[in-house]
């Protein structure tokens, strides 16, 4: 099911490419926000134009990290906000939070920043983007990380390669960490460039590969070629908006026996971080389209032989990207991972081989950061030409840039691309976000310059349909609302009220279309008072 839904996604990606080409994403700019910390609401105003009048869905993300993240959770939103939005000025959204959790979790400082985006909701096609990335593109990458790069006889290259990375993640604007931990006496450290998703932003899509080297040796195919894969990510989907985020890894130590990796895996995985798929780079570069170049480990024949046939097909010749998972929490994903690279590069030679349970059996396949996400029971693959089972530089100072098939490593190197895409899953073709609020600059109504909110009893909560108010004074306009938290009108009513006196609503034929939770916001001589509804379906007799 899930490779069926695979390929259908990109069939409808393909099919959109010249409505892509042809459009224009919206912009968009907030330019009012004011906090009332007594109805506990922050009220929105915002612009947004599109150049095709396309409805919009217009989403809100609120921070209390100070805008690493926007993924709080304890609020409700009402007005111009989802699908669909019709562009112009003065849109308005109100977000009623819960402040009592906020301040129990956060403290005083409950808010750092919010944040809205449009999207016209045309869809992606990624083919452009994946057909630039050539010899020319990604070259320089690799000259330049061919170097030696160790901490003991390279410590000088093993500085320059690192910080490369990290201005090249800056560069792209990404949310860049350094990662220390220790080696013995020696000071290490992994990187991380992170590109928050923008509607699932908890859910993660990894691209790694190791910067470090073995001593003597400039490590070209081991392992510059996954660099240069990870550079490829980050500079060719930068001006991409993807429902999930995407963490580009760079690890040190993989040498000294994937230290780097178990590091990171055992302390550097955030506990709001659901980490669904890794593509780990180790050794992209080598083809060799000579007879019996294609070594195979002792057993595979055994344990693998569909995979060993082929090969055997091919003359024993090193022409494969052996796309590596296991049977306990991989073998769908290396499924999607083969599928989706047919798509987009579609003569590429992809050998899959799903080692059984995590590889214990067959250690050859467990030598790369991959196997420390499959310990932790994280779906994981390792793309690889085969390291030494086909190329005899391997570990060697001869493992240089002029020993490396160029067209095949570019190949490997789109295909990486493309998955990490697929799987992070792009928004829309056209998106703008405005630029991050900062909660502290708003204008806030504070609880001693508000005057009081009168009272209002909402009851019985939950409801089958039947609503009553009671109101705590009189009042010649009051305006009832009541939406879901999508935004979705479904009651709306205006009317005097006398104190004390009960109301009746009948939400009648809307109770059968919406049952769950339902915003109520009521309206009384220009003060707001926000309610929540819980709906339960009438009882069938």
């Keep these: 099911m899930e490779r069926f839904f695979t390929l259908l996604l990109l069939c409808t990606i393909a099919f959109a490419a010249n409505l892509q080409a042809q459009n224009q994403p919206p912009t968009l700019s907030i330019t009012n926000v004011v906090v009332d910390t007594v109805a506990e609401t922050i009220a929105i105003t ?9 409805p919009l869905e217009i989403l809100v993300g609120l921070s209390t990290d100070s805008g ?11 007005g111009d906000v989802g699908f669909p939005v019709t562009p112009g000025n003065g849109k308005n959204i109100v977000v009623n939070y819960d402040g009592q959790a906020l301040h129990s979790r956060n403290g005083p400082s409950i808010w750092g920043t919010l944040k809205i985006t449009a999207t016209d909701r045309k869809p ?3 083919q452009p983007i994946i057909d630039l990335i050539d010899s020319a593109a990604i070259y320089n990458h690799l000259l330049f990380f061919s170097q030696p790069r ?3 006889t390279a410590a000088g290259g093993l500085t320059a390669v690192k910080d490369t990375i990290v201005s090249g993640f800056l560069t792209a604007q990404l949310q860049v960490e350094r990662l220390p931990f220790n080696f013995g006496a020696v000071a290490a450290e992994n990187l991380k460039g992170r590109k928050p998703g923008l509607i699932s932003e908890e859910k993660v899509i990894v691209l790694d590969g190791h910067f470090d080297a073995v001593a003597n040796t400039p490590g070209a195919d081991d392992n510059a070629t996954a660099l240069v894969s990870l550079m490829a990510g980050v500079e060719f989907l ?39 798929a890794v593509i780990n780079g180790e050794m992209l570069g080598y083809y060799d389209s000579t007879a019996n170049s294609q070594q195979v480990p002792q057993g595979f024949n ?4 569909a995979a060993v046939d082929s090969i055997n097909a091919s003359g024993n010749r090193g022409i494969f990207l052996f796309v590596i998972g296991n049977t306990t929490n991989s073998s769908q994903l290396s499924v999607v991972f083969d599928s989706v690279a047919r798509h987009y590069v579609p003569s590429i030679r992809s050998l899959v081989l799903n080692a059984p349970g995590t590889g214990a059996l067959t250690p050859d396949l467990r030598r790369s950061d991959h196997a420390a996400f499959w310990d932790a029971g994280i779906p994981a693959l390792m793309l690889t030409d085969g390291a030494d089972t086909r190329n005899p530089y391997y570990h060697t100072p001869a493992d240089s840039v002029g020993t490396l098939n160029m067209n095949f490593l570019v190949k490997n190197v789109k295909a990486m691309v493309a998955n990490v895409a697929a799987l992070a899953t792009p928004l829309s073709a056209g998106v703008d976000q405005s630029t991050p609020f900062l909660l502290s600059n708003a204008n806030v109504v504070s609880s001693e310059s508000h005057q009081k909110v009168p009272a209002v009893e909402l009851f019985p909560v ?22 879901t938290p999508e ?24 109770a059968n279309l919406v049952h769950g939770l339902l915003l109520v916001e009521i309206v009384i001589d220009e003060k707001r008072v926000h309610k929540k509804l819980l709906m339960h379906p009438p009882h069938q007799h």
């Design 46 to 54: 915002y612009d947004v134009q599109d150049a095709e009048n396309d």
């Design 68 to 78: 690493t993240t926007h993924l709080e959770t304890n609020f409700f939103l009402s």
């Design 124 to 126: 992606v096609d990624l």
């Design 150 to 152: 160790h901490h003991q």
């Design 238 to 276: 930068k001006d991409l908006h993807f429902e999930k985020t995407i963490n580009y890894l760079a690890f040190d130590k993989e040498e000294q026996g994937l230290v780097g990796a178990i590091h990171y895996v055992t302390n550097s995985i955030l506990p709001y971080e659901e980490i669904e």
């Design 302 to 305: 055994i344990v693998f032989p």
């Design 462 to 483: 939950p409801s089958n349909g039947r609503v009553y108010l009671r109101f705590e004074q009189s009042a010649d306009n009051v305006i009832i609302k009541i939406t």
């Design 487 to 510: 935004g979705k009108h479904v009651f709306e009513q205006q009317q005097r009220v006398f104190a004390g006196e009960q109301y009746q609503i009948d939400l009648g034929a809307s």
